[in-house]
T-cell receptor
Framework: GAVVSQHPSRVICKSGTSVKIECRSL??????MFWYRQFPKQSLMLMAT?????????EQGVEKDKFLINHASLTLSTLTVTSAHPEDSSFYIC????????????FGPGTRLTVT | DQQVKQNSPSLSVQEGRISILNCDYT??????FLWYKKYPAEGPTFLIS?????DKNEDGRFTVFLNKSAKHLSLHIVPSQPGDSAVYFC????????????FGTGTRLTIIP
């Protein structure tokens, strides 16, 4: 089946630093990718829609200057958490709709971010 | 405002029996519904989906039922197996396709051997 990867799988950083998370569709192209975050024992909340060749679309309440999204190619989207704070610690997951699979969304394995 | 709700945070079922997970939604614009299975520290895995033009979709041990008038869907797993133990999320979107998903709160299913 379709594969979506994320890198890194887990990262620990200090407050005030920036962290970049990569999301790749390994065997298909995706003009759109979605970024979610999940707090412990809670649902997945959509943060933004990443669009290849254009600006990302952010959900209400998500700071676009803090969570920078770049859809550099048809197989790669990156999420950069800038000036990270401990409250940004969370599980970040991306997904990509697969055109060849009727746009069924495939999810990456997630990235655990811990800000100290 | 939780547009997709799973009112049972947990469910325990004997192995071999039927597991029924429920999901309710409030947004009438939702037209396509999905169920995902998730293990801790992993991304969700797609299980089964249903379009609003149908009331039932079946795939192996998994069947999803949709009651559009009640804004309710359910996932039936039969027979339940120990490997089914996981957190199950229902999700909804305005249409099938390149569309963002709204997730429910999740139900932790435990299959008792």
């Amino acid at each position: 089946g379709a594969v979506v990867s994320q890198h890194p799988s887990r990262v620990i950083c200090k407050s005030g630093t920036s962290v970049k998370i990569e999301c790749r569709s390994l065997d298909f192209q995706a003009t759109t990718m979605f970024w979610y975050r999940q707090f412990p024992k809670q649902s997945l909340m959509l943060m933004a829609t990443s669009n290849e060749g254009s600006k990302a679309t952010y959900e209400q309440g998500v700071e676009k200057d803090k969570f920078l999204i770049n859809h550099a190619s048809l197989t790669l989207s990156t999420l950069t958490v800038t000036s990270a704070h401990p409250e940004d610690s969370s599980f970040y997951i991306c997904s990509a709709p697969h055109l060849g699979q009727a746009y069924e969304q495939y999810f990456g394995p997630g990235t655990r971010l811990t800000v100290t | 405002d939780q547009q997709v709700k799973q009112n049972s945070p947990s469910l325990s079922v004997q192995e071999g029996r039927i597991s029924i997970l429920n999901c309710d939604y409030t947004n009438s614009m939702f037209d396509y519904f999905l169920w995902y299975k998730k293990y801790p520290a992993e991304g969700p895995t797609f299980l089964i989906s249903i379009s609003s033009i149908k009331d039932k979709n079946e795939d192996g041990r998994f069947t999803v039922f949709l009651n559009k008038s009640a804004k309710h869907l359910s996932l039936h797993i039969v027979p339940s197996q120990p490997g089914d133990s996981a957190v199950y999320f229902c999700a909804a979107s305005a249409r099938r396709g390149n569309e963002k998903l709204t997730f429910g709160t999740g139900t932790r299913l435990t299959i008792i051997p």
